[in-house]
């Protein structure tokens, strides 16, 4: 399990908003293909969202294609607290060949909480 401790002003619903912004989203860039890096494209689907008192859990499933080669995934498990002002994010990866970390989640989540407006509304 990978922890992270993310100092983004937050509350559970903007985590919320953004994982729905961040849903079926597509990235182009480098992908490991097993032997070496390759241009490919990396799709974020969000499986599952669900709002559990003081938290929210994710079913985060990343779909890697690159040219004439089939799809691959990963599955990962994510759950976001708020803790101290800090937005803490637990990660599990559930299945796949983890050839993309969970980094790659947490970072484009993060610049999507950055483009937020901000609120005084804090949700626990």
Do not use: H
Not at 49 to 77: N, P
Not at 115 to 120: F, L, N
Request: contains cysteine; glycine residues 6%; aromatic residues 8%.
């Amino acid at each position: 399990m990978r922890v992270y401790k993310l100092k983004v002003p937050s509350s559970l619903d903007a985590v919320e908003t953004a994982l729905k912004a961040l849903d079926s989203r597509s990235f182009t860039g480098p992908l490991d293909a097993g032997c070496n890096l390759e241009e490919g494209i990396r799709i974020v689907k969000l499986e599952r969202l669900e709002r559990i008192t003081g938290s929210v859990k994710a079913l985060i499933r990343v779909l890697y294609k690159v040219e004439k080669r089939k799809l691959w995934s990963d599955l990962y498990d994510f759950k976001f607290a708020i803790n101290a002002g800090e937005l803490e994010v637990f990660v599990r990866r559930i299945s796949g060949l983890g050839r993309t970390d969970p980094d790659f989640v947490v970072s484009e989540l993060t610049r999507v909480l950055a483009r937020q407006p901000a609120t005084d509304v804090r949700s626990v």
